[in-house]
């Protein structure tokens, strides 16, 4: 069964640590997204990868990077954790064509940044 | 830019009844449509997805969903709800050029009641 795998389900920060999500598909796809899920605000984009070192920033890039050295692998960075960036953080991956989307999501990550 | 709206912020509906939840988006074109479900605690998966052709999309699960450009909508229907279906509901659009992540509108909670 393919998967998308983000290496944590809950973690907590503190106020200014680094901090970095990882997520790793197991399908060879091209395109690697992170999405945060806030109540009643839906998933808003946060940064994609289309290929191996090129990313895009998406909708709410502030206070966040992202590194893509391996194809499988995209990492969300939390520069310095905020309270404001608790939430729930998803991953998903997809192949290049558009007409192939349907995203394959992970499981989520809760962060929350006391 | 493309956007997607879901009216409906929370519904509750009896076990058998039959189930529509409404999706409107925003787009110049004809865009590519799907819908996501997420279960209490998990990522999300996909439903069904609409591209071009037949209006009317099947999807797993079975729900299905019509695309009606003249209304710009694509809400998503099921004749007769389990108690299984209580989840979180996601209406996205993707467009054939430019952006290449998807917009999800804020989602749908649904409840199911014995």
């Known amino acids: 069964d393919v998967k998308v795998t983000q290496s944590s389900r809950y973690l907590v920060k503190r106020t200014g640590e680094k901090v970095f999500l990882e997520c790793v598909q197991d399908m060879d796809h091209e395109n690697m997204f992170w999405y945060r899920q806030d109540p009643g605000l839906g998933l808003r984009l946060i940064y994609f990868?289309?290929?191996?070192?090129?990313?895009e920033k998406g909708d709410i890039p502030e206070g966040y990077s992202v590194s893509r050295e391996k194809k499988e692998r995209f990492s969300l960075i939390l520069e310095s954790a905020s309270t404001n960036q608790t939430s729930m953080y998803l991953c998903?991956?997809?192949?290049?064509?558009?007409?192939?989307?349907?995203?394959?999501f992970g499981s989520g990550t809760r962060l929350t940044v006391v | 830019a493309q956007s997607v709206t879901q009216p409906d912020i929370h519904i509750t509906v009896s076990e058998g009844a039959s189930l529509e939840l409404r999706c409107n988006y925003s787009y110049g074109a004809t865009p590519y449509l799907f819908w996501y479900v997420q279960s209490p605690g998990q990522g999300l998966q996909l439903l069904l997805k609409?591209?071009?052709?037949?209006?009317l999309v099947q999807g797993i699960k079975g729900f299905e969903a019509e695309f009606k450009r003249s209304q710009s909508s694509f809400n998503l229907r099921k004749p007769s709800v389990h108690w299984s279906d209580a989840a979180e509901y996601f209406c996205a659009v993707g467009v054939e050029t430019g952006r290449r992540a998807l917009t999800f509108g804020s989602g749908t909670r649904l409840q199911v009641q014995p």
């Open positions: 998903a991956s997809s192949l290049r064509d558009r007409r192939s989307y349907g995203y394959t």
């Open positions: 609409y591209f071009s052709g037949d209006t």
């Open positions: 990868s289309y290929d191996v070192k090129m990313k």
